[in-house]
């Protein structure tokens, strides 16, 4: 596609539940990030992927937090047991790797809103 | 671990006023970039800055870069109701892709 995909684009989920957030990335893009933004907030970052290397994990809040890409293309957002804490805006970016033909800059997605009721 | 930080959070300002955003950063990077958020938007890039003394224009907005300050600013000129939203810098680690968002300055701007 054109652009950077998100699914879904709005989550609605009782405290408890599993839920899963699926991003595509733009064609060609190795790099790929998830952030969430709570309501007024910044960018927290969550976690990064870069080709077929290991994941950078460091962000991810808890271990109800997980995501898988497989190569260079969709990834998905896994949250189990949600709380109500994890109310938030999920964005996901991609980038052509740096010190290739890009600069780095990232595309975002149009971001995943999950309410947990 | 690399932590990024803008000032002011909040900016509110009159229309032709100018003002000057500020994102310093703590670890050695030479890439950094500005994105644009419109409420209940995505983001959106508005420059990437890749050297020491890096100066990027467009319109009314221009960012520059000066690593050895590890500072970056975005400077609004003669600012018009169009220009009101949130603003991020976000830097990247040293040789890696890994990259850090500031918290963000809402800048409203008023008639």
């Known amino acids: 596609g054109a652009g950077v995909s998100q699914s879904p684009s709005n989550k609605v989920t009782e405290k408890g539940k599993d839920v899963e957030l699926r991003c595509d990335p733009i064609s060609g893009h190795t790099a790929l990030y998830w952030y969430r933004q709570r309501l007024g907030q910044g960018l927290e970052f969550l976690i990064y992927f870069q080709g077929n290397s290991a994941p950078d994990k460091s962000g991810l809040p808890s271990d109800r937090f997980s995501a898988e890409r497989t190569g260079e293309s969709v990834s998905t957002l896994t949250i189990q047991r949600t709380q109500q804490e994890d109310s938030a805006v999920y964005l996901c970016?991609?980038?052509?790797?740096?010190?290739?033909?890009?600069?780095?800059?990232?595309?975002f997605g149009e971001g995943s809103r999950l309410t947990v009721l | 671990e690399l932590k990024v930080e803008q000032n002011p959070l909040f900016l509110s300002m009159q229309e032709g006023k100018n003002y000057t955003i500020y994102c310093n950063y703590s670890t050695t990077s030479d890439r950094l970039y500005w994105y644009r958020q419109d409420p209940g938007k995505s983001l959106e890039s508005l420059f990437v800055?890749?050297?020491?003394?890096a100066v990027k224009q467009e319109g009314r907005l221009m960012a520059s870069l000066d690593t050895k300050a590890r500072l970056s600013t975005l400077h609004i000129t003669a600012a018009v109701h169009d220009l009101s939203a949130t603003y991020f810098c976000a830097v990247a680690s040293y040789n890696n892709n890994d990259m850090r968002f500031g918290a963000g300055t809402r800048l409203t701007v008023k008639p």
């Open positions: 970016a991609s980038s052509l790797r740096w010190g290739g033909p890009g600069t780095g800059e990232l595309f």
């Open positions: 800055l890749l050297s020491n003394g």
